[in-house]
């Protein structure tokens, strides 16, 4: 069967430039790189949606028949509720009315219930807050760090750069109601590295990317920040519990604390889970990695009997070049 349409001419200046960008790298090439580029692109979107649908590359119309009565099923409520957007957005409204009239009640009325009261300063929001916050926004950072634009990475830079003067003002103004004098850096540690290290950890594999292949790519400026970091925490280690720097609040925190501390975010989802994972399951992952790195290599490769441009067949560049 073959299926007829028409690209527009900036289409096809696209798939010129990836077939030539393909023709580069592999030094070779055919008069046919666009069309099969065009061939090989739709074949991997109809996988992709495929693949969110729940079917395998190439259903059977069995396969697409009970997909079809799956899909055609009533919806219960949970899944009414979930698919309407009004509803939800309702939903969040009346939620965020009730914490708005909670806080004012906890804070300005003095209801004991709430627990705000006791909670009035800004390290005890950050104690709630932080964690689900960092799990929301690291793994975007990491997965799609190629598609945030530069004036969003600046504008990180800066909430950065204000949020450390910020805690500098907390201990030096001092802001009582920030809460952070007092506060040592062991207390810094607990609430950052959970959070910050767990947000990486899942980010990480959800890709499936190995930690050797992480420590690859990192850049000279990034290998730079983590060596000062790690001379800088030695430092303070040397000033904690020999110089008695009060401030770090190392004083007291023995070999057990620091395993306590370190061990739980940082070494274990690194480096002592993915391989237990993997002796667990029998490298279940790295299977399924494969067999879908050979699907998408099967579905990459040149499907002819599909027309182009009203052309039946694979077809050159010099004819699509002529239609425009």
Request: aromatic share 10%; glycine share 10%.
């Given at each position: ?24 790298a ?13 061939k ?8 992709d ?58 804070y ?8 705000f ?26 997965r ?8 969003r990475?600046?504008?990180h ?7 450390t ?14 809460g ?27 890709m ?7 420590l ?20 303070t ?12 609040g ?53 499907a ?21």
């Amino acid at each position: 069967m073959a299926v007829i349409f028409t690209i527009e001419p900036d289409e096809f200046l696209g798939l010129r430039a990836l077939a030539d960008l393909g023709q580069a790298a592999n030094d070779t090439g055919t008069g046919t790189d666009a069309v099969n580029e065009a061939k090989t692109l739709m074949r991997r979107a109809l996988a992709d949606k495929l693949e969110d649908a729940g079917l395998p590359w190439a259903p059977s119309a069995e396969a697409v028949r009970q997909r079809a009565a799956e899909a055609a099923e009533p919806a219960t409520g949970l899944r009414r509720l979930m698919g309407n957007s009004r509803l939800r957005k309702n939903a969040a409204y009346a939620l965020a009315a009730a914490l708005l009239v909670a806080l004012w009640g906890g804070y300005a009325r003095g209801w004991q219930w709430t627990g705000f009261g006791a909670n009035a300063q800004l390290w005890d929001w950050l104690n709630l807050l932080l964690l689900p916050v960092v799990i929301g926004t690291i793994p975007l950072w990491i997965r799609h760090r190629d598609y945030i634009s530069r004036g969003r990475r600046v504008t990180h830079g800066v909430v950065i750069a204000a949020w450390t003067g910020f805690v500098i003002a907390g201990y030096l103004v001092p802001l009582n109601w920030t809460g952070f004098r007092g506060q040592t850096l062991w207390n810094w540690f607990e609430l950052l590295l959970l959070p910050a290290a767990l947000a990486a950890t899942t980010a990480l594999t959800s890709m499936r990317v190995p930690l050797s292949k992480v420590l690859r790519s990192l850049r000279p400026y990034h290998a730079g920040i983590m060596a000062a970091l790690a001379a800088g925490w030695i430092v303070t280690v040397i000033g904690g519990y020999i110089l008695k720097w009060t401030w770090t609040g190392y004083a007291g925190n023995t070999l057990w604390d620091w395993l306590q501390l370190l061990l739980l975010p940082l070494l274990f989802p690194t480096i002592l889970l993915p391989a237990l994972l993997k002796w667990v399951s029998g490298d279940a992952a790295g299977r399924a990695s494969e067999a879908h790195e050979a699907a998408m290599a099967q579905i990459a490769a040149p499907a002819y009997g599909t027309s182009v441009a009203g052309t039946t067949g694979p077809l050159s560049s010099a004819a699509l070049d002529r239609r425009y």
